[in-house]
């Protein structure tokens, strides 16, 4: 019996591939505006580096751009920069189709819901509170608490420990096959992989279910509650 749904956050909940872009692009021409002297398709480049570099959470990537452009720092692009970003990250902040609907659905059936992350706190909440999501979840598990990635089983018996659910009573939704899927399926847990969410054109995924929309989950639970 599913007692608790636990979800990815980025490519699950939000498209975040979208929203990074849109971010990314938006603070791109800010600077070029401000006066950033090398062209869009290289600084696109720069950023992609640095973000390979130092993963795609890295805070400070526009301070590193300058810098390599320029041993000094130019607070002005900088600023620009970090506005342009921080607007269009907020516009393009939106939850994929039908997301609110099982959220609410899920909560009225009394199902606890939960969130696995390896985005830092800071950043999983703010898209959370962005999206008005924040209350929904009775537990919000990132990297900073457990201090290991998915598929590492560290998360994902802490996000069960805190709402106090069997791996066998939760069902683990995510987009990611080698983390979301292969760690919450170590575990016992049941998984649905996120296809509608999929950046990798991902083949095998060996989860329980596969999710064309969130809402798929609504009957999934039922089935496996026995209540359809």
């Known amino acids: 019996m599913i007692k608790a749904v636990i979800f990815d956050l980025d490519n699950t909940l939000v498209d975040f591939m979208k929203m990074k872009k849109a971010a990314i692009d938006g603070a791109v021409y800010a600077m070029i505006d401000a006066g950033l002297t090398i062209t869009y398709d ?14 795609i959470e890295y805070q400070k990537v526009f301070d590193v751009l300058l810098e390599r452009i320029d041993s ?18 907020e516009a393009a902040l939106i939850p994929y189709p039908h997301v609110s ?14 969130i696995v992350s390896d985005a830092p706190s ?20 990132t990297y900073d608490e457990a201090r290991e990635r998915k598929p590492n089983p560290a998360p994902f018996l802490l996000v069960l420990k805190k709402i106090d659910c069997k791996p066998e009573e939760s069902l683990m939704v995510g987009d990611w096959a080698e983390r979301d899927i292969l760690g919450a399926s170590n575990l016992g847990m049941i998984t649905a992989f996120a296809r509608y969410g999929d950046t990798f054109n991902t083949q095998t995924h060996n989860a329980n279910y596969e999710l064309k929309d969130i809402s ?4 999934i639970v039922k089935k496996e509650n026995g209540l359809e």
């Not at 290289?42 to 993963?55: L, R």
């Not at 609907?101 to 939960?114: A, F, R």
């Not at 703010?126 to 999501?133: D, G, I, K, T, V």
């Not at 798929?216 to 009957?219: G, V, W």
């Open 216 to 219: 798929e989950i609504i009957s």
């Open 101 to 114: 609907q099982t959220l609410v659905k899920l909560t009225k059936m009394g199902i606890k819901l939960g």
């Open 122 to 141: 800071k950043e999983a909440w703010l898209r959370l509170a962005y999206m008005n999501f924040h209350h929904f979840f009775d537990a919000v598990v």
């Open 42 to 55: 290289e600084a696109q480049a720069m950023i992609t580096e640095i973000y390979k570099e130092q993963g």
């Open 72 to 89: 000094k720092l130019d607070h002005k692009i900088l600023a620009s920069g970090i506005v342009a970003y921080r607007k269009a990250r």
